[in-house]
Each structure stands twice: as structure tokens, then as C-alpha cells.
């Protein structure tokens, strides 16, 4: 640990996993371990100033409890300058597998923050569902297209009532079969400081509309990380792309290299492929 008074800052940028069990880890328990996988690497960190000094490092977007991801990123202040190599070594060394770090590298200090670059995430879910309730895809297509016709969905998060503007987050949308009768489904989303798109809150609605039932009215949906649908048996949510996009609409990775797809994820098994481009 260094005091960051007067001194020169290296903006270390990391992409890390979050899967297997510590996927039911919240936001605070993943920021708590994160900073300890930084102590015990014995990186020269950089620390806040004022009555209550902490480590000065920044992270994306939080995941809903239940929610895993391949491309997670955190940026931490270093005030020595340390070979990319060695910190993804150490960080590595220093992380349980399931929040292993992929790759790193330095980035300006100026550039924002990395929660109001970012713009464009996109998820892949794995629907399994109950003996008799399976839609074919075509009908799964009719009641996206209708949520989405819909505009917004009302929802309740702790004692808010809220809406979900599925019409400015969901981008689009692709679906394919699985195997044992299974579905993935892929959504290109757009998130700013006015909201972004939560997989559960599209899933409930995706459920009820499964039974005729008018989303978040017919039957309130209140937003939680793990679930207990009625048509849906179970799903797997993962977050699998995070991306600047430019003024011309071109993405970009929030590292220069894009990080490898993990073993375990959903990307291995998906007949969707890559969801870039959608």
C-alpha cells in the first residue's frame, strides 16, 4: 500500500471470471475480495486521501446474485509501474479460480470511469423448461417481441416500485436449441446512467407472458438474483460481453486484447456463437 499524495498513477485494468459458486457472491462480498486478491498479490496500490483512506480501484456494472460472467473488469491505481506480466502472475496466484483473472493492461488515467464507458453488455441464458410447458422458438420470438412491444415492464426492488424500459435496453435478441429440449437465448443491451437491462426481471415477464398472464400487473415481479418461475423449471444467466461503443456504433473491448472464453462457460455450448455482432 502507497499514499498516492503527489505521485505518478499507473491505471491497471483487469478482466476477470465470476462463476461456479462464487457466482452467488454480491456486488459488496466480490468488491471485498477483489481488493484482498490485490493486497495478498502485494501490488503497489494507490490510496484514497482524506479521514477514511481506501484502496482506490473501480469496478464495472454489479451482477445480479446468481449471475455469472466472463468479462468482469476492475481498474486499480498503482504508484509504481509494474510489467503486466508480473501483476497478472501475482493477481492470478492470489485469486480462487472461480474470480480468475484473464488478462490485463494499463489504460490512460483520463479516460471515464469504467461504469459510464461501457454501454453495450450483452447476456447469454440457458432456459430449461418444465415437462409439457416448452414453447417452440417461434413462440418464445412472439412473446419477446410483445415484452418489447410493450415498452415497459413494472417491477418491485425492495420497497421501490420501479419499470424496467425494456424498449431502450433490449437491443435484440437471438435464440437457438440446445440439446434435452433446452434454449439459449442471447441479449445485446444497452445500459447508461438512466437504467439498464436485469435478466431476471426479463425472465419473470418472459414466464408470465408463457401463461397469458399481462407482465408485472397480472402477477407482481419483484427483482432477486435466483427465481421460482412457473413454466420455466431453471435457467443460467451469464454476462458475456462488455463493450465500448464509438460514435460510428462500432464496439470495442474495454482492453485492447479480449479476453479467452473461460472453460465452464456458456459460449463453449451455445450453437449462438459469438454475440458481438448482433
Avoid: W
Amino acid at each position: 500500500m502507497s499514499n498516492a499524495s503527489e505521485q505518478t498513477l499507473f491505471r491497471l485494468r483487469v478482466a476477470f471470471v465470476k462463476q461456479g459458486r462464487l457466482k452467488y457472491l454480491g456486488h459488496l462480498e466480490v468488491i471485498h475480495t477483489i481488493e484482498q486478491i490485490v493486497r495478498r498479490a502485494k501490488l503497489p496500490y494507490a490510496v484514497t486521501q482524506g479521514f477514511s483512506p481506501h484502496m482506490r480501484i473501480a469496478y464495472t456494472s454489479a451482477l445480479p446474485v446468481g449471475t455469472s460472467s466472463t468479462c468482469e473488469y476492475f481498474d486499480v491505481y498503482l504508484n509504481e509501474l509494474v510489467s503486466v506480466t508480473d501483476a497478472l502472475d501475482r493477481l492470478r496466484i492470489s485469486a480462487p479460480m472461480d474470480l480468475q483473472p484473464l488478462c490485463a493492461g494499463y489504460v490512460e488515467l483520463r479516460r471515464p470511469a469504467l461504469t459510464a464507458e461501457i454501454t453495450r453488455v450483452d447476456y447469454l441464458i440457458e432456459l430449461f423448461f418444465k415437462d409439457g410447458s416448452a414453447p417452440n422458438i417461434e413462440e418464445l420470438r412472439q412473446s419477446f417481441d410483445t415484452l418489447r412491444a410493450r415498452g415497459t415492464i413494472p417491477y418491485t426492488r425492495g420497497k421501490k416500485h420501479k419499470e424496467l424500459d425494456i424498449a431502450r435496453t433490449l437491443e435484440s435478441i437471438a435464440l437457438a436449441n440446445g440439446e434435452d429440449a433446452h434454449v439459449y437465448v442471447a441479449l445485446a443491451t444497452h445500459c447508461d446512467n438512466e437504467g439498464s437491462l436485469r435478466p431476471e426481471i426479463i425472465l419473470a415477464a418472459l414466464d408470465q407472458a408463457l401463461r397469458g398472464v399481462e407482465p408485472g400487473v397480472g402477477e407482481e415481479i419483484v427483482s432477486t438474483g435466483i427465481q421460482q418461475l412457473s413454466v420455466i423449471k431453471s435457467y443460467n444467466v451469464e454476462r458475456v460481453g462488455q463493450y465500448i461503443v464509438d460514435e460510428q456504433g462500432e464496439t470495442h473491448a474495454p482492453l485492447e486484447m479480449k479476453p479467452e472464453v473461460p472453460e465452464g462457460s456458456l459460449l463453449k455450448q451455445s450453437p449462438i456463437g459469438a454475440l458481438s455482432n448482433l
